[in-house]
């Protein structure tokens, strides 16, 4: 019982010392943590991270167990290690910077991730369950706040409203652009025949085909909602962050869109609400 009250006296003492500039540490120690984790799982990395977590144990014991020559040669390996691991990762880094940038409102491209959809949904839901029912393969992609200039640029502009019958002659298995993704960008259809980038996951199911991994891995790089059409088996999936929703029913398949495109404010009152609280406030407004 002594023993104990005096660890609790000194957690406590411990605890009291903490500041919130130790808080703020902490927390963003572990966010850039989580993030390590995640990119080692997104890339499916597991065993790269498992040799450098030797490497790291083993210039650790080096140390304690006074090994110098092995010690020393442990230092250099993971000093250059560190720079293979940025070329080995600059795909992942890169993508991980857009992101990062692409999110700050103030600077760069400074889109809402959420857009009003109500009418594009509509018109894709119907196109795709058409499709659907008739086995005719598709591929369209929802772009959000990460910017896809690169796929856009991989097809042909079109830049017209979206409509179920325009998708429909679009996939239309004749049709010269049917085999590559539509890209929707702010209500249109900005390009046609677009070529994505496919996943490297390697422990996908067999009887997925290149369409199902062009769209996984533009998810993967991108914030962007992907839909497939099976060419084969006529299911709709909907690929998001790099995991797969498949066979989805159509009343499943719109709610996902309604759910992931459909914002309920303003661009504006979305990006300044923060602001306005500290504006001051025009003669003749009142409080609410």
């Known amino acids: 019982m002594p023993q104990f009250t005096i660890t609790f006296q000194r957690l406590t003492g411990l605890l009291s010392t903490i500041n919130l500039a130790d808080v703020v540490d902490i927390l963003l120690v572990a966010y850039l943590i989580y993030k390590l984790i995640m990119l080692v799982r997104r890339t499916h990395s597991f065993h ?3 040799g450098v977590l030797l490497i790291v144990l083993a210039l650790w014991l080096s140390g304690v167990l ?6 020393r040669l442990l230092q250099r390996t ?10 080995l990762f600059q795909p992942e880094l890169r993508r991980l910077l857009e ?6 409102p103030f600077f ?16 894709v839901v119907m196109a795709c369950t058409q499709m659907s029912a008739s086995h005719t393969g598709a591929l ?19 830049n017209a409203d979206v409509s179920a019958e325009l998708l429909k002659n679009i996939f239309f298995v004749k049709a010269p652009l049917h085999d590559g993704a539509v890209i929707i960008r702010n209500g249109r259809i900005a390009a046609a025949g677009c070529v994505l980038p496919l996943t490297g996951n390697t422990n996908l199911s067999p009887d997925l085909g290149t369409r199902h991994r062009a769209g996984i891995g533009m998810s993967e790089q991108s914030d962007a909602v992907v839909v497939i059409v099976s060419e ?18 159509p ?6 869109l309604r759910a992931e495109l459909v914002r309920e404010e303003s661009d504006d009152n979305s990006r300044f609400a923060f602001l306005k609280r500290w504006l001051p406030k025009k003669r003749g407004d009142r409080d609410e």
């Open 140 to 158: 369209i992609v929802f772009e959000r706040t990460n910017m896809v200039e690169e796929q856009i640029l991989s097809g042909t502009i079109v």
């Open 78 to 87: 993971v000093e250059l290690g560190l720079i293979a691991l940025v070329i």
């Open 232 to 249: 084969e088996t006529g299911s709709i999936s909907v690929a998001i962050d790099g995991m797969l929703k498949r066979r989805l029913t």
């Open 251 to 256: 009343e499943t398949f719109e709610a996902i």
């Open 99 to 104: 992101r990062m940038g692409s999110n700050i």
């Open 108 to 123: 760069g491209n400074a889109r809402i991730k959420n857009f009003e959809a109500e009418s594009e949904i509509t018109q």
């Open 48 to 50: 790269l991270a498992r």
């Open 66 to 71: 006074e090994l110098r020559m092995m010690n």
